[in-house]
């Protein structure tokens, strides 16, 4: 029986093949995630398993097999709060987003800035660059220019903070490659040269395999601005031979084409334009064969539920999801829980509203890492309570709910600007009965004991049905 790796084994190969992919040579990756993936499901190594999922969704959107990110997504969701860190959730939700921009789904461009919007607070620069090369990309593709034009100015210092990562840095290289597309469509081939020459100082050794294709294609539009027909040709034949997934570069094809049109070379533009016609209609053939179009219905009906459904200052579930939740007819035994942060008026009135939502969403977040099932629901109740059901009889679902108790009381809040820390309390009313009842039985007797439990404030207080 051949033995399963260690968790210090599979962080290990986890740690290198995070580098690899993070420097964009995504060779021999793919089969050193599965090796992980297949040992940490045997071994019930929960984080490493969400990890090696996590990767290998991130490869799947680097290499344009969107087709297959769908069935890691799903398997990945139930653990993303429970067994990822902060800044693995917010991959997560990255990658969420470009699948879901490849797929028509929602609206990325809105998700991507949102995101973008809440790193801006949070020391994972290298996310927000992943970001903006999105943002980018999206925008070239659409038509964006003067979208593309403002955000490169914007962040153009975020990514040559030092000399190094300007030679060096993947994301820095991927900024330039789309920065040489924005500038060429607005026909400014001298700073598009420049940026050309910034590509020609890194060390072929140094050079991702995935930026290749983008080197030639670059290579092949100055070559052509000046006028050097055959050369520029060769140049962007050699770009066509090196394309995987040749649809996912249509806007670069496009971008040549018109560089062809301006030169007034007619017969090429026919023959570049006829292979564009081929690459798009083989790719429509891959998609009615892979059933693409069941997967968008899936995906879009999940994107919109979960929009439905989700509380937008804490991004637990919301007010909505519980009136939904509370028709569902109950067949086990079930504990239902609500709670409320004391004093929070207090709060509001001490230290403002914007401190009084920091401490609505420091709650939501212990609630989130505490959760000790996949199956445990959270919902914003409105204001600064929170609902919480358990599909656990009574005494299984009691010391768990002192354990978020005691989370609470014992972690402390950091207030912003210096001004110290401070220790939140909450008061939690349990419902629950040994036979099934209804959620909304459940729900009143929850809603009694928090009465009993904010008389006395910061306890744990529980009702019971009657037979």
Not at 352 to 360: K, N
Request: with cysteine.
């Amino acid at each position: 029986m051949v033995s399963l790796l260690t968790k210090s084994e599979q962080q290990t190969i986890l740690g290198q093949v995070i580098e690899k992919i993070n420097s964009g040579d995504l060779r021999h990756t793919e089969m050193n995630i599965q090796l992980v993936m297949e040992h940490a499901r045997k071994s019930e190594q929960l984080d490493c398993y969400a990890q090696s999922l996590l990767l290998q969704i991130r490869l799947l959107n680097y290499t344009h097999r969107y087709s297959d990110v769908f069935l890691y997504l799903e398997r990945l969701k139930p653990y993303v709060t429970t067994h990822l860190t902060e800044e693995e959730q917010y991959i997560f939700h990255i990658q969420q987003t470009i699948f879901n921009f490849a797929h028509g789904i929602g609206h990325p461009v809105e998700d991507f800035m949102h995101l973008l919007n809440e790193l801006e607070t949070k020391n994972f620069a290298y996310l927000q660059k992943i970001i903006i090369n999105q943002l980018l990309s999206i925008n070239f593709q659409e038509g964006h220019l003067e979208n593309s034009l403002e955000l490169y100015e914007r962040y153009e210092a975020l990514f040559y903070e030092d000399h190094l990562s300007k030679i060096l840095s993947n994301s820095t290289l991927q900024f330039q490659f789309n920065a040489f597309r924005l500038f060429y469509a607005q026909r400014d081939f001298e700073k598009c040269t420049d940026l050309f020459d910034h590509f020609k100082t890194v060390p072929e050794s140094k050079q991702p395999p995935m930026h290749d294709p983008l080197y030639w294609s670059c290579k092949a539009l100055l070559e052509i601005a000046t006028g050097n027909v055959q050369e520029a040709m060769a140049y962007f034949n050699h770009f066509l031979e090196r394309l995987e997934t040749p649809y996912f570069y249509i806007s670069d094809m496009e971008l040549w084409i018109t560089a062809l049109e301006n030169k007034q070379l007619t017969k090429e533009v026919i023959f570049y334009q006829k292979k564009v016609i081929q690459i798009m209609k083989k790719h429509a053939h891959f998609e009615e064969l892979t059933k693409r179009s069941q997967i968008i219905e899936e995906k879009s009906r999940k994107y919109y539920e979960e929009r439905l459904y989700k509380d937008h200052l804490t991004g637990v579930k919301n007010r909505s999801y519980l009136d939904h939740f509370m028709q569902k007819d109950n067949h086990h035994p079930f504990t239902l829980c609500i709670l409320d942060i004391d004093c929070f008026k207090t709060i509001n009135d001490t230290y403002g509203h914007t401190v009084g939502d920091h401490a609505i969403r420091f709650i939501a977040k212990l609630m989130k890492n505490w959760i000790p099932n996949q199956n445990v629901e959270i919902m914003r109740y409105g204001g600064d309570e929170f609902i919480v059901t358990l599909p656990f009889s009574y005494e299984e679902a009691l010391p768990l709910i002192q354990q978020l108790h005691d989370i609470i009381l014992n972690t402390p809040f950091q207030l912003r600007e210096g001004r110290g820390t401070i220790f939140l309390s909450a008061s939690i009313g349990i419902g629950y009965s040994e036979r099934p009842q209804s959620l909304e039985i459940l729900f009143q007797l929850a809603d009694a004991a928090l009465y009993e439990a904010k008389n006395k404030r910061g306890i744990v207080y529980s009702k019971h049905a009657l037979s």
